[in-house]
């Protein structure tokens, strides 16, 4: 990852926070003109994307940071911890509609200045919408997880305001003022589950979940340049910290391999994985022995994602099992 690719995410962060305090304006406006339950929490969404950007901005900086000595994977993990507290905050908030909504019922309020309280949310609609776009490319550029939790977030807003619209709309052709209440319901019912959406994600980073989309890119690398002599592959992992990868793997080849043999082909493996992946890291290879000699006569066999996930040689079928098909004995095997 260059440093074009830092600069293009702290640049979309930085737009991010400033685009999001116009938006907020204007949906402040448009609720201080309606009194609107459903604009109400169209503008308390953006409250809460301005606050969450902000701790974006501060997380993308420190993410950037390169590995230390304290922190030797880097300090990617910040990144999750950003996703997981904006994802809090949306569901927050839609909880807090669900409350004004109750409050409402019991203080009924008159509808103010529908027509310009619509023009004012239209417009809003239409900057995040170009907002959002612009994050994803960005995200999806740079592989930022923080800045792909805060497109979606930002898409999210379009949906809230283009439902406000609606609300709107139908409120001033029917006069029925209980259809904003039922509008801002939707929209509170759509505001928890983005939020929880995102807090899941987050929790699945921080727990450093399988990434099978990632696991299947090594495999892949792995099958496409496979020298004749690699075995098996087996304790395939994979550790995402932010933007940065960490793969390991055990790889059965022959005994008699030279040191500088295998040291050649580890080297090459990480430059190929690594490119594959389009991410800096490191690619751990730990070379294992076949201690039965009945490998020899093994055919040979694609490694699958299934297979080289397996913690040890005997988990699962597999092209280092003898004739017969049973699991040759744990003691002759390597970990």
């Given at each position: 990852m260059g440093m074009d690719d830092h600069k293009a995410r702290e640049i979309a962060a930085r737009w991010s926070v400033g685009v999001g305090v116009v938006i907020l304006v204007f949906k402040v406006?448009?609720?201080?003109?309606?009194?609107?339950?459903a604009v109400m929490s169209d503008a308390l969404e953006s409250v809460v994307h301005v606050g969450a950007t902000i701790v974006m901005y501060v997380a993308l900086r420190m993410a950037a940071a390169p590995p230390d000595r304290h922190h030797p994977f880097g300090h990617g993990k910040v990144g999750s911890f950003s996703v997981g507290f904006e994802g809090g905050l949306v569901a927050s908030s839609g909880l807090l509609v669900f409350w004004m909504v109750v409050s409402?019922?019991?203080?009924?309020?008159?509808?103010?200045?529908?027509?310009?309280?619509?023009?004012?949310?239209?417009?809003?609609?239409?900057v995040n919408l170009v907002l959002g776009l612009y994050l994803m490319r960005v995200a999806r550029r740079t592989g930022s997880t923080i800045l792909r939790a805060d497109a979606h977030h930002v898409l999210a807003d379009v949906w809230t305001s283009g439902t406000a619209l609606i609300g709107l709309a139908l409120?001033?052709?029917?006069?029925?003022?209980?259809?904003?209440?039922?509008?801002?319901?939707?929209?509170?019912?759509?505001?928890?589950?983005?939020?929880?959406?995102?807090?899941?994600?987050a929790g699945s980073e921080l727990l450093d979940s399988a990434d099978e989309e990632t696991l299947t890119q090594v495999v892949e690398v792995l099958n496409q340049h496979r020298e004749s002599e690699?075995?098996?592959?087996?304790?395939?992992?994979?550790?995402?910290?932010g933007e940065r990868r960490y793969v390991e793997f055990h790889l059965l080849v022959p005994k008699d391999w030279s040191v500088k043999r295998a040291h050649d082909?580890?080297?090459?493996?990480?430059?190929?994985?690594?490119?594959?992946?389009g991410a800096e890291g490191a690619v751990?290879?730990?070379?294992?022995?076949?201690?039965?000699p009945t490998y020899e006569s093994v055919p040979f066999s694609d490694f699958s994602v299934l297979g080289a996930t397996r913690l040890n040689m005997a988990d699962a079928p597999g092209p280092w099992h003898k004739a017969d098909d049973s699991a040759p004995e744990e003691s002759k095997l390597p970990s």
């Open positions: 406006t448009a609720w201080l003109l309606t009194g609107s339950l409402r019922l019991f203080n009924p309020t008159e509808l103010g200045s529908l027509g310009a309280g619509a023009a004012w949310i239209g417009a809003a609609a239409g409120v001033m052709l029917t006069n029925l003022v209980w259809i904003d209440m039922v509008v801002a319901v939707i929209a509170g019912i759509h505001l928890l589950v983005v939020g929880v959406r995102l807090v899941r994600e690699w075995i098996d592959v087996h304790r395939l992992r994979v550790l995402r910290v082909v580890i080297e090459r493996l990480e430059d190929l994985i690594l490119e594959r992946l751990n290879v730990h070379l294992d022995y076949p201690k039965d």
